[in-house]
């Protein structure tokens, strides 16, 4: 969903750089109290993977290909502040350096890619996460959804701002359908890689998990058991 | 109580480790195997027509520009070079952010 130079005009360029500014600027400040020296590693690495993911463009619908964005992804595994900055250094070394994303678009692309999908999906996660029982699987469950409607809101968001700052003149009601249909899809795709991510973490190291941290952990021992009835 | 036992957990730095290896391997080898079709706003803009407006990128003479090494012809080794590199720079100004961002701690066993 990187945003090309020229798609938004110049004003609106201005103002979504402001939003992403102070967004980034709030996440600086919210992510001293998610980092510490364990974590601290495992955001970089969060960078990394989700750079490396989003170069894995998969196919949603005829003649067209999406990827991940990592927004909610960032947000479960190492917290929602923390994670806005994984996903916006991930953006400022594509804009930089691989010419993906426009210079000028920095600002949309960090506003809708990171901020938005952020909030979205570590909203809904956590409001997903507050009705299911504490176990592991309604993480899991509620990762599931955070990413799938994390990547829709991104697409609205985008359509409003194009809405506003659009150098063309068209139906917008139309684009918002196509733009929302796709990334529905798309969104099903991010869901899948996030979830399959986030899992295969709390399979091995549930406290590293930002996302799973109200989950109750006895204090002792941890015995590990497949059972699926009686609550241990 | 399954036979599998407790008492060996997958250490911080393996962990961390591993994650790099998984995005050494996606951006290096995978990500050759990934779809060429437009993205779902380049589809939607040219669809709808509103991709007329976009310009050259800035940093398009940037020898990394579009995921490519420029002077290394095998596409392969191309986008894979540009993909460990990306990784790496991502690391690094990532992890450089997080690693001054995070709380400093006494340690609590002398290593």
Do not use: C
Not at chain 1, 136 to 155: C, D, K, M, N, W
Not at chain 1, 194 to 211: E, I, K, M, N
Not at chain 2, 19 to 44: I, N, Q, R, W
């Amino acid at each position: 969903m990187h945003v090309p130079d020229g798609f938004i005009n110049a004003p609106v360029s201005v103002a979504t750089g402001v939003v992403a500014a102070i967004g980034v600027g709030v996440a600086l400040r919210g992510a001293r109290r998610e980092l510490d020296d364990a974590t601290a590693p495992l955001a970089g690495v969060s960078a990394a993977f989700i750079f490396a993911a989003q170069m894995l463009n998969f196919p949603v619908a005829a003649g067209t290909s999406g990827h991940l964005l990592g927004g909610a992804l960032a947000a479960i595994l190492v917290g929602p502040y923390t994670g806005a900055l994984v996903v916006a250094v991930v953006l400022f070394v594509q804009g930089l350096l691989f010419a993906d994303g426009g210079l000028t678009a920095l600002g949309t692309n960090i506003t809708i890619m990171s901020l938005v999908t952020v909030l979205v999906g570590y909203g809904v996660f956590r409001a997903v996460l507050a009705v299911l029982p504490e176990k592991r699987v309604s993480v899991s469950v509620a990762t599931f959804l955070g990413a799938v409607v994390s990547v829709p809101a991104a697409a609205v968001v985008f359509t409003g701002i194009y809405a506003i700052g659009g150098t063309t003149d068209i139906p917008l009601g139309s684009m918002l359908t196509a733009m929302v249909g796709v990334h529905l899809l798309i969104g099903l795709g991010e869901a899948v890689i996030t979830t399959a991510t986030v899992s295969s973490a709390l399979a091995v190291r549930p406290d590293l998990v930002y996302g799973a941290r109200g989950l109750r952990k006895p204090l002792q021992i941890i015995k590990v058991s497949d059972s699926q009835g009686a609550a241990a | 109580m399954s036979a599998v036992s407790t008492g060996r957990r997958v250490g911080t730095k393996v962990f961390v480790a591993a994650g790099l290896l998984v995005a050494l391997v996606l951006a290096g080898f995978v990500s050759y195997y990934a779809s060429g079709s437009p993205d779902g706003l380049e589809k939607v803009a040219a669809d709808k027509g509103f991709d007329a407006g976009a310009e050259d990128h800035a940093s398009a003479g940037s020898p990394l520009a579009d995921y490519g090494v420029s002077g290394v012809e095998n596409a392969r080794l191309s986008g894979g070079l540009s993909g460990v590199i990306g990784v790496g720079v991502v690391l690094v100004v990532g992890g450089g952010l997080f690693w001054a961002l995070r709380r400093r701690q006494a340690p609590e066993d002398a290593a």
